[in-house]
């Protein structure tokens, strides 16, 4: 989206206080080890930077992430509308906070936040360009998933994934495939044979509408940025494979075709 942070943007921040008489924080050893997985978090559907450097953000919408890596590296890979798959987030933890930063020190997304004694996060997103930063108002959210093998199915493309990847696997075309958001990545033969076999396919979500993407710009200028938005709007999935996980955005023709393809 022109003018807008093209990094898009990443999460949390939260005081949780104990329930004692005295009212003393609570402590939270956050281990990496336990981050990992996927998470649903809540993410601005975009953004916009005018002439005078006053920011607007998008309503807050589902963003599907994958937390993977060793201790002490740990990184988050997230499906974003406007975000490829080269651009993964650097993950640390100190005692219960969490910090996750995306960019560059031109221009950065960062997020800090606070475990919560049930589990997830909630906080803010802030924007860093060249050292300025500038949080979204909106508080977020973000829980684990947990997976389940008989889970609906709304965006009925779940067959359909499993066969593409299958014969990416077997090294089958892709000459379907669009040039989604001007850079597909889809998976490759290699990547998906070291995954192993797909054990489980779910169903999670979409990506924010065009129309939530606009939603940051002034009235006034929505329909001329119209022009510079895609209307891909991608069903989400989880697929659990023998030797690991990836959440992937897939994009189906009226003719059920699958033209656009993303994993993470």
Known sequence: MRRTSRATLMVLSFLSVSPTAQAQPETITVETDKLAGLWRIGMPAGGNVDWRMNV???????????????RGALKAYCLMQLTYKSDVGNVSVEGDHVHIAWGSMMLRVTADGTMQPAGGFTGYYTLKASGIGIRAPEQMSAAKISLAQDAPDPG???????????GIADGAPLASLAQLWGKPEPPTAKELRGLGAIQTVAWLGHTPTSEDRLAAFPQDQRAREAAQVNDYVLDVYAVEFANGERICGVHQRPDAVIDGLVCN
Not at 159 to 166: F, K, N, T
């Open 156 to 166: 009925g493309k779940s067959a359909a994934l499993s066969r593409v990847l299958a």
């Open 56 to 70: 607007t953000f998008g309503p807050m919408r589902d963003t599907f992430c994958r937390l993977e890596g060793p």
